[in-house]
């Protein structure tokens, strides 16, 4: 969460002035996205999220996440359309960096959600990934099996045991199972592959708002399912929350028999996927960075749930 | 430029609605001010800016900072109003930190700015001055030459030294002859001290709004003004614009002969306050922290200006 550029006024109302938006009346950097810069901009009109593509994203890319939101609202996803420019483009470039005008979505993250918040954001899920099913653009996951088994080499064991003494067993023996147990067979779309809460917006049982989709990668839709029940159906203190899971599961809707039967699967390699970033940015990121850590061991325990709770964590 | 601290949703949502403000639709953590914690917030009614206090704060001086917005307010200069809660509080605390609900000013900030609007800015600053002129809260300037002196020392020669090895005898001097010769007998008003492009938000040529007084005290109105002429008068690179101080003067408007003879030392202790501060920070700040260093020597250029300008620096 950070603001690594800054864009003084005069650039900004030029900017601005390449779309018909209006003219410029404020403008706030925003503490959101990891790797961009964000600014909410008011014109004469309307908001906007301006963001500008920082150093870790591929401008190669931005076709694909852009298309995909104006795909996606254009069927009645609630996402934010891209705004283009007065030639079409999705994308300009400034000082040598891509930014984007994105339409303003109203709502709030929230922290402890209830089920009627759980079974609207499932709700929602099912619906980006029906309407994303015609959607032609490709991008594969970047981090899916392989990158995880990566990220863990690179953290090494002694990197691993430094986090907790346990880790580099259970990591070990769970990238084995989850190598020799993974569905690859099931139905796939685009899916967001992030849905946490702080990319949810709510306007109270309302989902306002799927934002921040720029993990977003065709895989397993089941997994897409998987991940957003690892992020959202435990309590800040870890404990599992069942009421949550299965407004979740009820709001995403009926899945088949395979996929079903691969959820528990599908969950250990979610909360996997989790912790592999998490400890890799724990070992390389200073303790005293501005950025704040995630500690790998909230998923670390997600992990420990899931291989206890098999299919029981996905009842109704 | 940061959010310390994570407001959930329901934090927020409970704390919104100790005021009568309408309820939440939306909250962004923003990048402005440097010891606080700031969110946009949305409401069905209007916007505001809340405001965290984090550790550099001293909650004690609170009272004077927002009482001196309302009363400011409520003589027309263009300030934000603080909303009061239900039980009359201009701040109320979450966790153990006091927080206060100010109303949004529309207005970006300009990084270059137009003689129009440098005319507006003086004009803003005197109106400012007129406004606190019966204001009966108190605050002594926390940052004022004994303070540069003791700042300068614990940077020590070595120090100074390390940002440029003429820097050690400037100061000593130049803290000797401010000493000498600072105008003390000046008329006093509350006062900005730090009245910089990003705490002016300007629509077009208009002052739309004075923000950030966290450095606001009693002292003299001229070295106000100094201060403002120190940090508007000066391109990127450095080079003194003329314009934009004979504008920023003419709408500040006439000065006593005693104020507009003095206004030559005010602005090298202008120089000097800033870089003081910076060379501190300088020193202080890991090298790779995510907050941006600014550079002393900026001031120390703008000091030698002053220095071999004199009064010309101040001509119509």
Redesign the interface.
Known sequence: ???YTTL??????TLIAHYDVGT?????????GVSNSNW?I?TSEARFILTMYEQRMDVAELPFFLGLLDHLAAKGSPVPRTIHDGGGAAFRTVGGKAVALIEFL???????PTPAQARAVGAALAGLHRHAADFTGERANSLALPQWRELFADCGADGLASIDPALPATVAQELAFLEASWPHHLPRSVIHADLFPDNV???DDRVSGLIDFYFACRDLTAYDLAVTHSAWCFDRDGTFRADISAALLAGYGPLSADEAVALPVLARGAAMRFMATRAYDWLNT?A????TRKDPMDFARRLAFYQQAGAQAFAA
């Open positions: 969460m950070a603001v003084a006024a005069l650039e900004l109302a410029l009346v404020s403008a706030k950097g925003i503490a959101e909410l008011e109203p709502g709030v993250s929230v922290d402890r917006l709510l306007l200073p005293d960075a501005l950025v």
